[in-house]
């Protein structure tokens, strides 16, 4: 586990926050929930699935902790038929912490861990901060962004907008 301090740009506290960004345990399926609970633009899942989420594929995901306080977390996994492939489902920010780069930190910090050469999501057209954190992630990698819709929304049995592939490549 590496811990690393932020100094730009500074949080709200005045001292430098302790940043934390590992995978998640058992213990942090119900912050993640409450993450995603709190956000109000994802999809919220049943606790149970992240739990599952926690013991099944912590290695493909990520939590931050400042101070000890969960304050984000991404989950991903790799893709079966494409082990090189790290698709990541959900991304969030707690409100306090939104703005300071730490879903970027994140990002780059879990593409790291896997050594994935590919990344997919989704992202719906209304998402405009998710199509920025994951186009900046490409120019930062030198990747080229292709995107494509993937779920249209007549695919839903209740009421979805479309969700538009973005796939990454090649990973640097």
């Not at 991404?74 to 790290?86: K, M, N």
Request: glycine share 4%.
């Amino acid at each position: 586990m590496e811990t690393v301090q932020i100094t730009d740009p500074p949080l709200t506290s005045t001292l430098t926050p302790e940043l934390d960004i590992r995978v998640p345990t058992l213990d942090d399926g119900q912050h993640l929930w409450e993450l995603a609970r709190d956000s109000q633009v994802l999809d919220l899942n049943s606790s149970y699935s992240y739990l599952l989420w926690c013991r099944d594929f912590a290695e493909t995901s990520a939590i931050a902790t400042i101070d000890g306080d969960p304050a984000g977390f991404i989950t991903g996994y790799t893709r079966p038929e494409s082990p090189d492939t790290l698709m990541i489902w959900q991304v969030a920010v707690s409100a306090e912490h939104r703005g300071h780069g730490l879903a970027s930190r994140m990002l780059n910090r879990l593409a790291d861990w896997t050594n994935a050469k590919r990344l997919e999501t989704t992202i719906t057209q209304d998402n405009e901060a998710s199509q920025r954190l994951f186009a900046a992630f490409a120019a930062d990698r030198d990747a080229q962004c292709n995107r494509s819709p993937l779920f249209t929304g007549d695919l839903y049995p209740d009421s979805h907008d479309t969700e538009y592939l973005y796939e990454i490549a090649p990973l640097r």
